[in-house]
């Protein structure tokens, strides 16, 4: 089974400023990677797939970046609306989530 | 308009059986992998079962194979979780997805 773990657990930011959340694979999942964003009381909402592409829709600020084990997050701008919880999820063997990054204001 | 709507959750004792439904529409459910996931109460985000395209092949997380079966009525676009032994810790909001498309929920309590 592919563990997922993710880093930091949680995150305190301003408006502007440029938030970085990495996710790590215990195997090699290649690029089979996704990244979700879930706000209170809602359904995940997919961001990123295939580690990289950004779902059409979905703002540029959001970025993802890594493949094999290592994998990035990026908001390069934080809005107030990225008030959420940020969730990696590996797709190569099975499906396994990383445990969540709450990002919230300063 | 993609709609996913999620039904079938409810309060049952320890041991009991509930049955999911995942009815969608404006999605060809028939060309994609479909799964469950579910959130307990205040924590993340876990995968519990997936079925393949043509319903030939199911996968399910370690805590409930043998309890659970996950099924496919592609004709209908609804997608099932049966699930059976229920215990305290299956408590959650158990969400029907593929990717991008997921409902909204439907909310499972075991409790006595």
């Known amino acids: 089974e592919i563990q997922m773990t993710q880093s930091p657990s949680s995150l305190s930011a301003s408006v502007g400023d440029r938030v970085t959340i990495t996710c790590q694979a215990s195997h090699d999942i290649k690029n089979h990677l996704n990244w979700y964003q879930q706000k209170p009381g809602k359904a995940p909402n997919l961001l990123i797939y295939?580690?990289?592409n950004l779902k059409t829709g979905v703002p540029s600020r959001f970025s993802g970046s890594g493949s094999g084990t290592d994998f990035t997050f990026t908001i390069s701008t934080l809005q107030p609306e990225d008030i959420a919880t940020y969730y990696c999820?590996?797709?190569?063997?099975?499906?396994?989530f990383g445990p969540g990054t709450n990002v919230d204001m300063k | 308009e993609v709609q996913v709507v999620e039904s079938g959750g409810g309060l049952v004792q320890p041991g009991g059986s509930l049955r999911l439904s995942c009815a969608v529409s404006g999605f060809r459910i028939s060309a994609y992998w479909m799964s469950w996931v579910r959130q307990a109460p205040g924590k993340g985000l876990e995968w519990v079962a997936n079925i393949k395209e043509d319903g030939s092949e199911q996968n399910y997380v370690g805590s409930v194979k043998g309890r659970f079966t996950i099924t496919r009525d592609n004709a209908k676009s609804t997608v099932y979780l049966q699930m059976n032994s229920l215990r305290v810790e299956d408590t959650a909001v158990y969400y029907c997805a593929s990717s991008a498309i997921w409902g909204q929920g439907t909310m499972v309590t075991v409790s006595s």
């Open positions: 999820q590996q797709y190569v063997s099975l499906v396994t």
């Open positions: 295939d580690a990289s």
